[in-house]
């Protein structure tokens, strides 16, 4: 199972714009793709380039108090690249590290007209998907953002190829950082049910799954196992998690199917948009937390074989009961 890696309302989330017209920041995973196994729309992750150069975009400026909504102004109609970028005024709070999570409000302002297209300010929607990374990151975002104030706005110019040929400038004003969770962090839960699986971590986080002679009854499991101390996921968000799903053979031996662990970085997604035993699972649980999922049939994939949209292999047979350890890294 794939887990789609963004919430798809591109008026919401500032950053899955920027992808959506070729310039993915490389700060959180972007993609598309289709597959019979996957929890909604199933997506690989991309980004842009990482030696893609970012050229200064000219004759742009903002006004207004830091961290408020800028006025933006700039002669129109004006030409608008890809990979350009302006910061238009310099933040007063914090200094932004690697491995932060920020958090942006932004406003999409049409590069014809200076009309604009979308803000997220009046209902105060924060896109806070990004992660500064440099692992992951594209180079020149990182060059960017690391370094930078908490209150900077930066315009990043987007030639959108779509069919009205809107070209716009995206408007980001970083609002919050803070150190992003690379696994659950919290209270060890010491009452667990004896007769569950049991989960092993690796040094690093990555669980492993023993079933312990556990016989699934239908119902859908959900088992914290650490308890994080963030607010709880509600059912509307998209959270960011890592986490490993496996299924059991009629002999009782584990397969794992997918982990966000091997492909070496977290998915996000929306839980309106998983399957039912995921958002069943995780909504009240606490970012910071890791939680055990079992989750019948009728709750996943149900009586439909999942297969590999390559190769055609069945990848969940028909009527599994799924197992998943979940670590929440974030909700938003």
């Not at 996957?38 to 004759?59: F, H, P, R």
């Not at 030409?79 to 005024?89: E, G, I």
Request: with cysteine.
């Amino acid at each position: 199972m794939r887990i789609s890696p963004r919430l798809h309302h591109a008026a919401a989330s500032l950053v899955t714009a920027l992808c959506a017209a070729g310039m993915c920041l490389g700060i959180a995973a972007c993609g598309s793709g289709n597959s019979s196994s996957s929890a909604s729309s199933s997506a690989s992750s991309s980004s842009s380039d990482s030696s893609t150069k970012l050229n200064k975009i000219a004759g742009v400026t903002a006004t207004g108090d830091p961290g408020k909504k800028p006025t933006v102004k700039f002669h129109t109609p004006m030409t608008v690249q890809d990979n350009t970028y302006a910061v238009l005024q310099q933040g007063n709070g914090a200094t932004i590290k690697e491995g932060d999570r920020l958090c942006a409000q932004g406003i999409a302002l049409n590069a014809k007209d200076g009309s604009q297209i979308m803000s997220t300010w009046e209902k105060n929607t924060p896109d806070c998907s990004i992660v500064v990374n440099k692992s992951s990151t594209n180079t020149a975002y990182y060059d960017i953002l690391k370094g930078q104030k908490v209150n900077t706005t930066i315009a990043f110019g987007v030639n959108d190829q779509n069919s009205s040929g809107t070209s716009y400038l995206m408007v980001l004003t970083i609002i919050s950082r803070a150190k992003a969770l690379t696994r659950a962090e919290g209270k060890a839960v010491t009452d667990i049910p004896a007769n569950l699986p049991k989960v092993t971590l690796a040094s690093n986080g990555k669980p492993s799954l023993d079933l312990n002679g556990y016989k699934p009854d239908g119902k859908l499991v959900a088992q914290t196992l650490i308890k994080g101390d963030g607010a709880a996921v509600k059912a509307t968000q998209t959270v960011d998690a890592q986490y490993s799903g496996w299924y059991a053979d009629s002999n009782g031996t584990l397969h794992q199917f997918d982990s966000s662990w091997s492909r070496g970085s977290s998915a996000q997604f929306s839980l309106s948009q998983v399957i039912t035993g995921w958002k069943n699972g995780l909504t009240g649980q606490t970012i910071g937390s890791q939680v055990l999922l079992v989750i019948p049939p009728d709750q996943g994939y149900g009586s439909t074989d999942q297969t590999d949209s390559t190769t055609g292999k069945v990848t969940i047979p028909a009527n599994s009961t799924l197992y998943f350890v979940v670590d929440i890294l974030y909700a938003y």
